[in-house]
């Protein structure tokens, strides 16, 4: 058997088994759609993606909207940033491959975000906080003046989409 067929039976293999375990990841599909001169380099990208989630919110406190300038998304994670129209409200929801290191700090109160366990902190310099881990990720939402409140609302609304559909809602705010 040749290299190139080798390889491209080794991707639908992966494909199917990794699809078997995870088949919202649109990462998985790439292994099947995707006709690449290189599938090696495709069943790399499929497998750094998998399990990486990105989370989108549901709920946007009124008078605030998303600073497009200012948010991405990439392989790694997100920034997904809040403002007001005064510039005062700054509130941001960051996700990145690296799992938070430790315990929760002993000034900070343990919580509930998405029935996982998160850490809820305040500082005068950068607000309120909530931090936590999942499918070995860190997550973070926060900013200046805004309220413990609003960011429990903020992200008790987030939902998991992928990255794809993650850059189209970004793309698609006016």
């Known amino acids: 058997m040749s290299r190139v067929n080798w390889q491209i039976g080794l991707a639908l293999f992966l494909s199917v088994f990794l699809s078997a375990c995870r088949p919202s990841n649109p990462n998985v599909a790439v292994l099947v759609t995707q ?5 090696t380099s495709t069943i790399v990208t499929a497998l750094e993606g998998a399990g990486r989630i990105y989370l989108w919110p549901t709920f946007i406190p009124k008078g605030v909207k998303i600073n497009t300038l200012s948010s991405f998304a990439d392989q790694t994670g997100f920034l ?19 799992p938070r290191a430790g315990p929760c700090p002993k000034d900070s109160e343990k919580v509930s975000i998405r029935n996982i366990e998160a850490c809820y902190s305040f500082s005068s310099q950068t607000g309120y906080f909530l931090e936590w881990a999942e499918h070995g990720m860190h997550f973070l939402i926060g900013g200046t003046d805004t309220s413990r409140e609003l960011n429990f609302q903020i992200a008790q609304s987030l939902e998991e989409v992928d990255l794809e559909t993650w850059k189209e ?6």
């Open 35 to 39: 006709q690449d001169p290189n599938p």
């Open 80 to 98: 997904l940033v809040l403002i007001d129209g005064n510039g005062k409200v700054s509130i941001r929801i960051l996700g990145e491959e690296a």
């Open 169 to 174: 809602r970004l793309k698609s705010v006016q």
